[in-house]
């Protein structure tokens, strides 16, 4: 079992950064693809870049190039680095852990990003 906590949303001007992280606890967590979600105002929850337990990543096209994904796996902690924000890239943005070996679905609490002027 983990339980993910993230954090680093906040509101930013558009083509501003921000990193969120997520923070993981359980002993295995290094073994758990981690994913990151956001969810806009009435809409559904799209998944936005994986990275898997070995370091491979994979985004969805409207953030490729400007959003990263990484893991520090002694800090028990992925990251997701956003430059280039648009408008449209608000939301609340979610982590999830999932493995094949275990049966849950893990999700943190959700944190809030907002792009605007």
């Known amino acids: 079992q983990v339980q993910l906590v993230e954090s680093g949303g906040g509101l930013v001007q558009p083509g501003g950064s921000l990193r969120l992280s997520c923070a993981g606890s359980g002993s295995r967590f290094s073994l758990y693809t981690i994913n990151w979600y956001r969810q806009a105002p009435g809409k559904q929850r799209d998944l936005v870049a994986t990275i898997t337990s070995g370091g491979s990543t994979n985004y969805v096209d409207s953030v490729k190039g400007r959003f990263t994904i990484s893991r520090d796996n002694a800090k028990d902690t992925v990251y997701l680095q956003m430059s280039s924000l648009k408008p449209e890239d608000t939301a609340v943005y979610y982590c999830?852990?999932?493995?094949?070996?275990?049966?849950?679905?893990?999700w943190g609490q959700g944190t809030q990003v907002t792009v605007s002027s």
């Open positions: 999830n852990a999932r493995a094949t070996w275990d049966k849950g679905n893990y």
